[in-house]
């Protein structure tokens, strides 16, 4: 999470009123951040550089305040105290305008085809009559660099350029040129630079010189000049010394030059909506014209109202609140989401504004419900239901298939979801037109452009990088693959495919058939037309002409096997023939593995299984022993059950870790279903009920908790036997019972050593680019240490661009590290670590 330091005293200034650190710290709460810590300049730079370079530092008291990731709008003073402001109803919500000049001719930024190579799109604005204090330019600059970390990815997706206009002339052209035709005097610098010079000159600066490899492989390099030849900026490395801003500057000209024009549109967006309260005209931005190499002519910044509809049901279940609509209007406006009843039904409309690009879904907005709300005020309940979970079937299907096809000799494999356009369309003879394939929009590397849609590749290359195997080599995968679908909301979906390699001297034609005929007998297909199973020739360009068969059951077809065409083998840098089979796998369950929607959120939330119908052919529960005395008390009183539901409260089954029939002989102890208020008794209660087929099959009882049931008296036995004069068996036998219940209880209060659960961790540590010291990062990642956590072996594996990434291995005690407490441990080492992230996980 970003975090934003602000000065105390001018946040309370601000805000109009002073908090104690207590009760700043409960607001941040109510309002979803977090007071991370409570600091000092001087204190900051003693912990970092040591007490004698904080000797002149300043003693002003900071706060640092984490905010969530995608609330850009509070990565500032001005943004966060707008948010307060308006949460606490003291303030409403601005709304944002934007102006003509009022000369009638806006600024134009017109951008040449050359910047195609490069940054092709740029954005626009004019803050004209702005008034900056020192607080206000500090928070200004600190705005853009909180953005150019964010969602600016460091600069590589937008730059940020700001320019004081009356230093300018426009038009303004934004262009690429070579590096040595690019001449002007930088930032802060004194002389002039070329753009090769410029290049040499930071690799040594420790802020710009992470930037470089944007631009510096790149034939030509982006640059903004104004009317007069003068440079403004060569983004995303640094701003010309001309125009730069100050504290007198009055109009300020923000260009925003990038690779992605939707995120260029929501900085743009963030920079004037944040200090356009400080023009003479508030919350008011002067629009800019930017004219593209096609002629498109585009007016800038955006700042786009829209809104969206829901129902305060929606709301109200997912929160767990009951709350009124026209409440829930209100608690949404608090949030700066301009909300009321349409006056149809309970549906609400909200106004989403333009500071506020994290609302994407209905989901977003009821999170904002829930924190206007507070979550410490959600009233806790008990579920009305408890479910038993089951194994998602397809999920359980291909885990029996793994181990049934393991013990037919192929090796499993498991390959990247993503590759490239080549393998899964010119290296099989098609066109990648005829695949559906999802195309990835910004790719890093030529290796990942797109989602598979096929397991054939990437089993392929496997064989490829093992060659040297010893012969022959049998491998299959069962994995998803990702094809286009326009009836899906997200326009794709995935399909679970099983995909089989036999690879030897020989074809091997007839292994990879008996491999399919074993794969139906598993599946409870036979072979036959119509209701099992068949196979008949078929045309594919991947197979060999005439080698080709394509599977059918129940008349559809479902997946082709045969043997690889020579140039298919051939360019996957394979020497021998190859047979293949590859088949779908979801028709074997009559459904898809995805589940349709059927609610107004993209998330299906619980499933209805009817339970089978309880008939003749299936057992029935066995008759309950008429003994209802336990060694926990008599469950036929309210005391009994009470006992057995705190007993349950911290248990699953009666006895041990799985069902028993300890558990089915309580069960038949209980003479009715309880009540709600025993909320632990119910869950086993209803749990242990859905175990009435399989009664006969569980373990037996390792302990006796239910008591044999007190003999009844004889009918004829006369009124001399009702006395006792030797004293009472019926009070022995109490006793007995006692004891025992005494000895149950303290068995079982007495706790077993609990066994340390411990797991296997491999991580990709992922540095800043191919300059980044590998040894030292590696030495700085094990330098984490931490209780319950062992460091094992690690290797450089290669990326792309020369960029080599961290794979180590490491065990942890899973009750003393999580694998959030480790990334985040890791990625504090900022100047070596750009992200963590866990390539495997395994339970020891």
Same mark, same amino acid.
């Given at each position: 999470?970003?975090? &934003?330091?602000?000065?105390?005293?001018?946040?309370?200034?601000?805000?109009?009123?002073?908090?104690?650190?207590?009760?700043?710290?409960?607001?941040?709460?109510?309002?979803?951040?977090?007071?991370?810590?409570?600091?000092?300049?001087?204190?900051?730079?003693?912990?970092?550089?040591?007490?004698?370079?904080?000797?002149?530092?300043?003693?002003?008291?900071?706060?640092?305040?984490?905010?969530?990731?995608?609330?850009?709008?509070?990565?500032?003073?001005?943004?966060? @105290?707008?948010?307060?402001?308006?949460?606490?109803?003291?303030?409403?919500?601005?709304?944002?305008?934007?102006?003509?000049?009022?000369?009638?001719?806006?600024?134009?930024?017109?951008?040449?085809?050359?910047?195609?190579?490069?940054? $092709?799109?740029?954005?626009?604005?004019?803050?004209?009559?702005?008034?900056?204090?020192?607080?206000?330019?500090?928070?200004?600059?600190?705005?853009?660099?909180?953005?150019?970390?964010?969602?600016?990815?460091?600069?590589?997706?937008?730059?940020?350029?700001?320019?004081?206009?009356?230093?300018?002339?426009?038009?303004?052209?934004?262009?690429?040129?070579?590096?040595?035709?690019?001449?002007?005097?930088?930032?802060?610098?004194?002389?002039?630079?070329?753009?090769?010079?410029?290049?040499?000159?930071?690799?040594?600066?420790?802020?710009?010189?992470?930037?470089?490899?944007?631009?510096?492989?790149?034939? &030509?390099?982006?640059?903004?000049?104004?009317?007069?030849?003068?440079?403004?900026?060569?983004?995303?490395?640094?701003?010309?010394?001309?125009?730069?801003?100050?504290?007198?500057?009055?109009?300020?000209?923000?260009?925003?030059?990038?690779?992605?024009?939707?995120?260029?549109?929501?900085?743009?967006?963030?920079?004037?909506?944040?200090?356009?309260?400080?023009?003479?005209? $508030?919350?008011? &931005?002067?629009?800019?014209?930017?004219?593209?190499?096609?002629?498109?002519?585009?007016?800038?910044?955006?700042?786009?109202?829209?809104?969206?509809?829901?129902?305060?049901?929606?709301?109200?279940?997912?929160?767990?609140?009951?709350?009124?609509?026209?409440?829930?209007?209100?608690?949404?406006?608090?949030?700066?989401?301009?909300?009321?009843?349409?006056?149809?039904?309970?549906?609400?409309?909200?106004?989403? /504004?333009?500071?506020?690009?994290?609302?994407?879904?209905?989901?977003?907005?009821?999170?904002?419900?829930?924190?206007?709300?507070?979550?410490?005020?959600?009233?806790?309940?008990?579920?009305?239901?408890?479910?038993?979970?089951?194994?998602?079937?397809?999920?359980?299907?291909?885990?029996?298939?793994?181990?049934?096809?393991?013990?037919?000799?192929?090796?499993?494999?498991?390959?990247?979801?993503?590759?490239?356009?080549?393998?899964?369309?010119?290296?099989?003879?098609?066109?990648?037109?005829?695949?559906?394939?999802?195309?990835?929009?910004?790719?890093?590397?030529?290796?990942?452009?797109?989602?598979?849609?096929?397991?054939?590749?990437?089993?392929?290359?496997?064989?490829?990088?093992?060659?040297?195997? $010893?012969?022959?080599?049998?491998?299959?995968?069962?994995?998803?693959?990702?094809?286009?679908?326009?009836?899906?909301?997200?326009?794709?979906?995935?399909?679970?495919?099983?995909?089989?390699?036999?690879?030897?001297?020989?074809?091997?034609?007839?292994?990879?058939?008996?491999?399919?005929?074993?794969?139906?007998?598993?599946?409870?297909?036979?072979?036959?037309?119509?209701?099992?199973?068949?196979?008949?020739?078929?045309?594919?360009?991947?197979?060999?002409?005439?080698?080709?068969?394509?599977?059918?059951?129940?008349?559809?077809?479902?997946?082709?096997?045969?043997? +690889?065409?020579?140039?298919?083998?051939?360019?996957?840098?394979?020497?021998? $023939?190859?047979?293949?089979?590859?088949?779908? +796998?979801?028709?074997?369950?009559?459904?898809?593995?995805?589940?349709?929607?059927?609610?107004?959120?993209?998330?299906?939330?619980?499933?209805?299984?009817?339970? /089978?119908?309880?008939?003749?052919?299936?057992?029935?529960?066995?008759?309950?022993?008429?003994?209802?005395?336990?060694?926990?008390?008599?469950?036929?009183?309210?005391?009994?059950?009470?006992?057995?539901?705190?007993?349950?409260?911290?248990?699953?089954?009666?006895?041990?870790?799985?069902?028993?029939?300890?558990?089915?002989?309580?069960?038949?102890?209980?003479?009715?279903?309880?009540?709600?208020?025993?909320?632990?008794?119910?869950?086993?209660?209803?749990?242990?009920?859905?175990?009435?087929?399989?009664?006969?099959?569980?373990?037996?009882?390792?302990?006796?908790?239910?008591?044999? /049931?007190?003999?009844?008296?004889?009918?004829?036995?006369?009124?001399?036997?009702?006395?006792?004069?030797?004293?009472?068996?019926?009070?022995?036998?109490?006793?007995?019972?006692?004891?025992?219940?005494?000895?149950?209880?303290?068995?079982?209060?007495?706790?077993?050593?609990?066994? @340390?659960?411990?797991?296997?961790?491999?991580?990709?540590?992922?540095?800043?680019?191919?300059?980044?010291?590998?040894?030292?990062?590696?030495?700085?990642?094990?330098?984490?240490?931490?209780?319950?956590?062992?460091?094992?072996?690690?290797?450089?594996?290669?990326?792309?661009?020369?960029?080599?990434?961290?794979?180590?291995?490491?065990?942890?005690?899973?009750?003393?590290?999580?694998?959030?407490?480790?990334?985040?441990?890791?990625?504090?080492?900022?100047?070596?670590?750009?992200?963590?992230?866990?390539?495997?996980?395994?339970?020891?």
């Amino acid at each position: 999470m970003p975090t &934003v330091g602000v000065k105390r005293d001018f946040l309370f200034k601000a805000l109009g009123r002073t908090y104690t650190d207590e009760e700043f710290d409960e607001l941040c709460f109510e309002f979803g951040l977090e007071l991370d810590e409570i600091t000092s300049e001087r204190e900051i730079i003693s912990k970092e550089q040591g007490d004698s370079k904080a000797s002149d530092a300043s003693d002003v008291i900071l706060y640092k305040i984490d905010v969530p990731a995608n609330r850009y709008d509070l990565l500032c003073l001005e943004g966060l @105290v707008r948010g307060l402001q308006v949460f606490k109803n003291k303030l409403e919500a601005p709304r944002y305008r934007r102006l003509s000049p009022d000369s009638g001719e806006s600024q134009r930024l017109i951008i040449t085809k050359e910047t195609a190579a490069v940054r $092709p799109h740029a954005v626009a604005a004019v803050l004209r009559n702005i008034t900056f204090t020192q607080e206000r330019y500090d928070s200004f600059i600190e705005l853009q660099e909180k953005l150019h970390q964010n969602i600016c990815r460091k600069r590589s997706l937008v730059a940020i350029g700001t320019h004081d206009l009356d230093t300018i002339s426009g038009p303004f052209t934004y262009t690429a040129k070579a590096p040595g035709d690019i001449c002007f005097r930088p930032l802060n610098q004194t002389k002039e630079y070329t753009a090769t010079q410029l290049m040499s000159l930071y690799k040594t600066d420790s802020h710009l010189r992470h930037y470089l490899p944007i631009i510096e492989d790149k034939p &030509v390099y982006p640059v903004i000049y104004d009317s007069n030849d003068i440079v403004l900026s060569m983004p995303p490395i640094i701003n010309g010394d001309h125009s730069k801003i100050s504290l007198k500057t009055k109009n300020v000209f923000i260009e925003c030059t990038a690779t992605d024009l939707t995120k260029a549109k929501i900085v743009l967006d963030m920079i004037v909506t944040m200090f356009s309260e400080y023009c003479a005209q $508030p919350f008011t &931005v002067e629009q800019a014209e930017v004219v593209y190499p096609d002629g498109k002519t585009c007016i800038y910044p955006e700042l786009a109202y829209r809104k969206e509809k829901l129902s305060g049901e929606f709301i109200n279940k997912k929160v767990g609140i009951r709350e009124s609509t026209e409440r829930i209007a209100q608690l949404l406006t608090r949030m700066c989401l301009l909300s009321q009843p349409t006056g149809v039904g309970d549906e609400i409309e909200v106004e989403i /504004p333009p500071t506020r690009p994290d609302v994407i879904h209905a989901c977003d907005i009821m999170e904002d419900a829930a924190i206007a709300y507070g979550f410490n005020n959600i009233t806790r309940t008990t579920p009305h239901t408890y479910t038993v979970a089951n194994q998602f079937p397809l999920n359980k299907l291909t885990e029996l298939l793994r181990q049934d096809l393991a013990a037919a000799g192929f090796t499993e494999a498991l390959n990247f979801a993503l590759c490239s356009q080549e393998d899964i369309a010119d290296k099989l003879g098609k066109k990648i037109s005829e695949t559906r394939a999802i195309h990835i929009s910004n790719p890093k590397t030529a290796e990942f452009q797109v989602a598979r849609t096929t397991l054939l590749p990437g089993l392929l290359k496997t064989i490829a990088a093992n060659r040297k195997m $010893p012969l022959p080599l049998k491998l299959f995968e069962i994995s998803d693959v990702v094809l286009k679908d326009e009836s899906k909301d997200v326009g794709a979906r995935n399909s679970r495919r099983f995909c089989a390699i036999y690879y030897n001297k020989t074809p091997g034609f007839e292994v990879i058939h008996g491999l399919l005929d074993r794969t139906m007998q598993l599946l409870e297909v036979k072979a036959a037309r119509g209701e099992g199973y068949h196979i008949q020739a078929a045309d594919d360009s991947t197979f060999f002409p005439g080698r080709c068969a394509e599977i059918f059951v129940r008349g559809t077809s479902v997946g082709r096997l045969g043997v +690889l065409h020579p140039d298919v083998i051939g360019r996957f840098e394979l020497t021998m $023939p190859c047979s293949a089979l590859e088949m779908d +796998l979801e028709p074997f369950l009559g459904h898809t593995a995805e589940i349709l929607l059927t609610h107004d959120v993209p998330m299906q939330e619980t499933f209805k299984h009817p339970f /089978p119908a309880l008939s003749q052919s299936q057992p029935a529960l066995p008759s309950r022993l008429p003994s209802t005395k336990t060694v926990l008390g008599d469950l036929s009183s309210h005391a009994g059950l009470k006992a057995l539901n705190d007993f349950l409260a911290d248990r699953s089954y009666i006895e041990g870790f799985t069902v028993s029939q300890a558990d089915a002989a309580v069960f038949d102890a209980i003479p009715s279903p309880p009540s709600q208020a025993f909320c632990h008794l119910r869950r086993w209660y209803s749990h242990i009920k859905s175990f009435h087929t399989e009664r006969a099959r569980l373990p037996s009882a390792r302990s006796q908790f239910v008591l044999p /049931p007190t003999p009844p008296a004889s009918p004829n036995n006369n009124s001399e036997d009702d006395i006792d004069l030797f004293g009472s068996d019926d009070d022995e036998e109490s006793a007995e019972a006692a004891r025992i219940r005494e000895q149950r209880l303290s068995e079982y209060a007495s706790k077993k050593p609990a066994l @340390v659960a411990k797991s296997s961790i491999l991580l990709d540590v992922k540095p800043w680019d191919n300059e980044t010291d590998m040894a030292k990062m590696e030495e700085c990642v094990r330098s984490v240490a931490m209780e319950g956590l062992l460091w094992g072996q690690s290797k450089l594996v290669p990326v792309g661009y020369g960029i080599k990434k961290l794979q180590i291995g490491c065990v942890v005690e899973d009750d003393k590290v999580g694998t959030d407490l480790l990334e985040e441990a890791i990625t504090g080492f900022e100047e070596y670590v750009q992200s963590v992230d866990v390539a495997a996980f395994n339970k020891i």
